[in-house]
T-cell receptor, first 112, second 117 residues
């Protein structure tokens, strides 16, 4: 059984700062990694996907993957109050018959 | 293009009652999923369907049944509801892109809030 771990938070950052969200996973065969944002009372929405070691940037978001350390992170630059949400990390290893496993989520609060 | 739709949005049941949660997607995806989300527990997979005509158990299948009616629709049935099934239920669909890396992204419906008294 894969496990995906995240700090539950809340993580509080001032507006304009960099928010750093971390995720570790236990199954080495995991191949795909995702960050979802979930506003209170809403469904998860995909922010970033990453499949290879290194960094992947999309606007204010950067995902970082280190498969050797089984670690994936999400950086949010110039954080805005609208970024306040719960961020879910998910991993997937479909080649091995495994499905998406989600972490418990980290609640981020961006203070004006 | 509505994406993934779910009905109903809210439901209150009494213990022992049955109901079916409906899910449909218009993205022509092969794979569909049912999750439940409880406070502090994240999303937990109940059942999934890799393609039309196939279904498999996920992490928490007890007390639920599913039907993949066709490629578009995947329903979740509670035969005898229990208070422990009070939760928010999300349906999702995905398609695998087999390129240089295996890429699969899930898209979620708006959710069904279920309260079992």
């Amino acid at each position: 059984q894969k496990e995906v771990e995240q700090n539950s938070g809340p993580l509080s950052v001032p507006e304009g700062a960099i928010a750093s969200l971390n995720c570790t996973y236990s199954d080495r065969v995991s191949q795909s990694f995702f960050w979802y944002r979930q506003y209170s009372g809403k469904s998860p929405e995909l922010i970033m996907s990453i499949y290879s070691n290194g960094d992947k940037e999309d606007g204010r978001f950067t995902a970082q993957l280190n498969k050797a350390s089984q670690y994936v992170s999400l950086l949010i630059r110039d954080s805005q109050p609208s970024d306040s949400a719960t961020y879910l990390c998910a991993v997937n290893g479909r080649n091995y018959g495994q499905n998406f496993v989600f972490g418990p989520g980290t609640r981020l609060s961006v203070l004006p | 293009n509505a994406g993934v739709t779910q009905t109903p949005k809210f439901q209150v049941l009494k213990t022992g009652q049955s109901m079916t949660l409906q899910c449909a997607q218009d993205m022509n995806h092969n794979s569909m999923y049912w999750y439940r989300q409880d406070p502090g527990m994240g999303l937990r997979l109940i059942y999934y369907s890799a393609s039309e005509g196939t279904t498999d158990k996920g992490e928490v299948p007890n007390g639920y049944n599913v039907s993949r009616l066709n490629k578009r629709e995947f329903s979740l049935r509670l035969e005898s509801a229990a208070p422990s099934q009070t939760s928010v239920y999300f349906c999702a669909s995905s398609e695998v892109e087999r390129g240089a890396a295996l890429q699969e992204t899930q898209y979620f419906g708006p959710g069904t809030r279920l309260l079992v008294l």
